[in-house]
């Protein structure tokens, strides 16, 4: 586990994704996934490292991906950070901030699956005092 600059304690991959994002690194983010890892980005699929370079060049770096942790959580060997997402993708229709869900799933210190979701709740998906009772 490493500390994050938002203050949040993350796993050591997952703290290097988002670092990675941030700075526009292809080959430390894509540092960051085993060989077959998979990745689901907005119900859209990759696998393989040849394929996840592909998507991280046009939609990681191409967009100028950024992200800002807000929240993290640890759920049965999942790492689930919620964080606000800017970039110089089309915003048409999206809230400002933009939230994300991305679930990491690491073994043998790599990620091997990563899904990344808009969060369209409007709750804090980590703050069961929010949600109802019945």
């Given at each position: 586990?490493?500390?994050?600059?938002?203050?949040?304690?993350?796993?050591?991959?997952?703290?290097?994704?988002?670092?990675?994002?941030?700075?526009?690194?292809?080959?430390?983010?894509?540092?960051?996934?085993?060989?077959?890892?998979?990745?689901?980005?907005?119900?859209?699929?990759?696998r393989g490292l040849a394929e996840l370079s592909q998507w991280a060049?046009?939609?990681?770096?191409?967009?100028?991906?950024?992200?800002?942790?807000?929240?993290?959580?640890?759920?049965?060997?999942?790492?689930?950070?919620?964080?606000?997402?800017?970039?110089?993708?089309?915003?048409?229709?999206?809230?400002?901030?933009?939230?994300?869900?991305?679930?990491?799933?690491?073994?043998?210190?790599?990620?091997?699956?990563?899904?990344?979701?808009?969060?369209?709740?409007?709750?804090?998906?980590?703050?069961?005092?929010?949600?109802?009772?019945?």
């Amino acid at each position: 586990m490493t500390s994050h600059s938002s203050g949040l304690i993350l796993p050591e991959r997952v703290t290097q994704f988002i670092e990675a994002t941030n700075a526009g690194d292809l080959s430390r983010l894509l540092d960051v996934f085993a060989v077959d890892s998979i990745v689901n980005d907005q119900l859209q699929h990759w696998r393989g490292l040849a394929e996840l370079s592909q998507w991280a060049e046009c939609d990681i770096i191409g967009q100028r991906l950024s992200l800002l942790p807000t929240r993290c959580v640890q759920h049965y060997g999942h790492c689930i950070v919620a964080a606000h997402a800017d970039g110089k993708f089309d915003k048409r229709g999206l809230p400002d901030p933009l939230e994300v869900l991305l679930y990491f799933t690491l073994a043998e210190e790599k990620v091997v699956q990563l899904i990344i979701l808009r969060d369209h709740s409007g709750t804090s998906p980590f703050d069961a005092s929010s949600r109802s009772s019945t």
